[in-house]
T-cell receptor, first 110, second 118 residues
């Protein structure tokens, strides 16, 4: 079993829709969770960084962590064509060990 | 957020030559730097982890003599692809992390470097 599992998509939504991106993880000891956005031919860009269960909001983005079910989510409200990218979830374990999901490709249609 | 700069963004080299890619943390001291390789439409593949002043730790299957990593300072790491071949053509991404005191680390990525070996 991989440490972090993520549906690769692609996910296609109309502009203005609410997008839900999800990952599951295997180790209950994972404490820190991150979401990255990667545009084509670019390095990943950090979007959200969370610790512990609950929600964290930043503009149109909300990161949610449910440690009881080992489930992490990223919600995007009022999605825009510029949100079209690949979204990677990640977790940090044991100081410098990071595990990444395979990425979900999102396409927001105008 | 923290900035990681990677150079060059694009490089084309002849088969058999060596290519060096630089990764710099611009506004923080990176305790650890990572090098990834990414094939088209695939996820990140960790190649090696390096700490300043120490030898890099390579992932299984990554040739250390092929991919030389030097972490000379807390703000600079270099990846040298030696005797490059067309199969080494790929997108190489560096990243860096620093200790956020009591709240754990996060990882910041460079812009990536596209290597084409002809």
């Amino acid at each position: 079993q991989k440490e972090v599992e993520q549906d690769p998509g692609p996910l296609s939504v109309p502009e203005g829709a609410i997008v839900s991106l999800n990952c599951t993880y295997s180790n209950s000891a994972f404490q820190y969770f991150m979401w990255y956005r990667q545009y084509s031919r670019k390095g990943p860009e950090l979007l959200m960084y969370t610790y512990s269960s609950g929600n964290k909001e930043d503009g149109r983005f909300t990161a949610q962590v449910d440690k009881s079910s080992k489930y992490i989510s990223l919600f995007i409200r009022d999605s825009q064509p510029s949100d079209s990218a690949t979204y990677l979830c990640a977790t940090q374990y044991n100081f410098n060990k990071f595990y990444f999901g395979s990425g979900t490709k999102l396409n927001v249609k105008p | 957020g923290a900035v990681v700069s990677q150079h060059p963004s694009w490089v084309i080299c002849k088969s058999g030559t060596s290519v060096k890619i630089e990764c710099r943390s611009l506004d923080f001291q990176a305790t650890t730097m990572f090098w990834y390789r990414q094939f088209p439409k695939q996820s990140l593949m960790l190649m090696a982890t390096s700490n300043e002043g120490s030898k890099a730790t390579y992932e299984q299957g990554v040739e250390k003599d092929k991919f030389l990593i030097n972490h000379a300072s807390l703000t600079l790491s270099t990846l040298t692809v030696t005797s490059a071949h067309p199969e080494d053509s790929s997108f190489y991404i560096c990243s860096a992390t620093f200790d956020r005191a009591s709240s754990g680390n996060t990882i910041y990525f460079g812009e990536g470097s596209w290597l084409t070996v002809v």
